[in-house]
């Protein structure tokens, strides 16, 4: 079955401080993976995607992710957080030529001052 | 560039009215994909055409809801009629033709009482 887990809902993290968000996937073929971010009244802005060559993908906003093969995860990172960072992150999965994505449920960020 | 744009951005109705919603994509794009967004979950594929012809639709509910893309751009889905459950969000994004990355618009908040 195809399918996206990010396993937590909720997280706080100070500003300034580092954070990393988690996902796995599973999936039949070779996927492509996706970090979207979502404010609130607003739609999906795409932060970064993976589909080969280096495992470490850079993106927008100074977010990174690293694809591990062996652990099916594809995890956010960020070094240091701040306030505008605080939105909901949705990891998805989809084909390699368009179709649909897959999205887990999503974790929500919020940042202490 | 134009992103995804969407209307109405807000629309209350009563259970057993109908509802449509208006998609205009990224000019270029051949790909148009509607999703279902229920608070707390990722988004759901709904349907998706490439150019005016129906490619997967096989999440639809097809007793109440209907899409079409007459003209191969702009798109039109509607609900009728409508039930307390199909209070979420409805977003529109958009793709070049084989291409992995959709684009996103702000979505349309529907709420049904």
């Known amino acids: 079955a195809q399918s996206v887990t990010q396993p937590d809902i909720h997280i706080t993290v100070s500003e300034g401080a580092s954070l990393e968000l988690r996902c796995n996937y599973s999936?039949?073929?070779?996927?492509?993976l996706f970090w979207y971010v979502q404010s609130p009244g607003q739609g999906l802005q795409l932060l970064l995607k993976y589909f080969s060559g280096d495992t470490l993908v850079q993106g927008i906003k100074g977010f990174e992710a690293e694809f591990k093969r062996s652990q099916s995860s594809f995890n956010l990172r960020k070094p240091s957080v701040h306030w505008s960072d605080a939105a909901e992150y949705f990891c998805a999965v989809g084909p390699n030529q368009g179709g649909k994505l897959i999205f887990g449920q999503g974790t929500e960020l919020s940042v202490k001052p | 560039e134009a992103g995804v744009a969407q209307s109405p951005r807000y629309k209350i109705i009563e259970k057993r009215q109908s509802v449509a919603f208006w998609c205009n994509p990224i000019s270029g794009h051949a790909t148009l994909y509607w999703y279902q967004q229920i608070l707390g979950q990722g988004p759901k594929l709904l349907i998706q055409?490439?150019?005016?012809?129906?490619?997967?639709d096989s999440q639809l509910p097809k007793d109440r809801f209907s899409a079409e893309r007459l003209k191969g751009v702009d798109s039109t889905l509607k609900i009728q009629p409508a039930k307390l459950e199909d209070s979420a969000v409805y977003l529109c994004a958009s793709s070049l033709w084989g291409a992995e990355t959709q684009y996103f618009g702000p979505g349309t908040r529907l709420l049904v009482l």
């Open positions: 999936y039949g073929a070779t996927p492509y």
């Open positions: 055409f490439q150019n005016n012809g129906v490619v997967d």
